[in-house]
């Protein structure tokens, strides 16, 4: 069964970094567009970034250009977050996110929250 596990995400004052893991059971990621997205309380869910099933495409919001990166790593069937200079408005759960045909697939979600 294809299911998408996020971890990785914690607390952390502002200025501080994480890195966020999205591991992929069932299928491998190399073949596929990976993103990743976020939603704070009380407000929509955003996208935050996407790696290209090919790598040669990556795309960032302008929130978090310049601060998060993403990759993917094929041997360990994970697309990393890196993100860094972490603000308090980069609070939210963080969802990785694909689709294989037709179907969606969404992990739970890690939970992000920058405070001093």
């Known amino acids: 069964q294809e299911q998408l596990v996020e971890s990785g995400g914690g607390l952390v004052q502002p200025g501080g970094s994480l890195r966020l893991s999205c591991a992929a059971s069932g299928f491998t990621l190399d073949s596929y567009a990976i993103g990743w997205f976020r939603q704070a309380p009380g407000k929509e869910r955003e996208g935050v970034s996407c790696i290209s099933s090919s790598d040669a495409i990556l795309y960032y919001a302008d929130s978090v250009k310049g601060r998060f990166t993403i990759s993917r790593d094929n041997a360990k069937n994970t697309v990393y977050l890196q993100m860094n200079s972490l603000k308090p408005e980069d609070t939210a759960i963080y969802y990785c996110?694909?689709?294989?045909?037709?179907?969606?697939?969404w992990g739970k979600g890690t939970l992000v929250t920058v405070s001093s």
């Open positions: 996110y694909t689709w294989i045909g037709r179907v969606n697939y």
